[in-house]
């Protein structure tokens, strides 16, 4: 069984940063792709930033430049860096990895709430 726990949510100022991360555990064989994605009240879940196995990353117009994805693949877990965070930041941000060799499942986490007070 596979799990994906996020951490590292919560309240902060417009202009401040957050980091996020995400760790997937239990039966692990390959690791692919993992990312971010978020949801907003209202509107759909949208992709922010992702990242290969090998380091290639794509970002979100709306967070280039301001947010950073990152992998420990020792630890199986992806980070997201939040700077220079503004209240249309704020939504519930969700991990996701592929897993599998032939096959690759998609696995998400359970969500965590960030929120960007102006």
């Known amino acids: 069984q596979v799990q994906l726990v996020e951490s590292g949510g919560g309240l902060v100022q417009t202009g401040g940063s957050l980091r996020l991360s995400c760790e997937v555990s239990?039966?692990?064989?390959?690791?692919?792709?993992m990312g971010w994605y978020r949801q907003a009240p209202g509107k759909q879940r949208e992709l922010v930033a992702s990242?290969?196995?090998?380091?290639?990353?794509n970002y979100a117009d709306s967070v280039k430049g301001r947010f950073t994805v990152s992998r420990d693949n020792a630890k199986n877990t992806v980070y997201l860096q939040m700077n220079s965070l503004k209240p249309e930041d704020t939504a519930v941000y969700y991990c996701?990895?592929?897993?599998?060799?032939?096959?690759?499942?998609?696995?998400w986490g359970q969500g965590i709430q960030v929120t960007v007070s102006s």
């Open positions: 990242i290969t196995s090998v380091g290639s990353t």
């Open positions: 239990g039966s692990i064989f390959s690791v692919k792709a």
């Open positions: 996701n990895a592929g897993l599998g060799v032939n096959t690759i499942v998609i696995y």
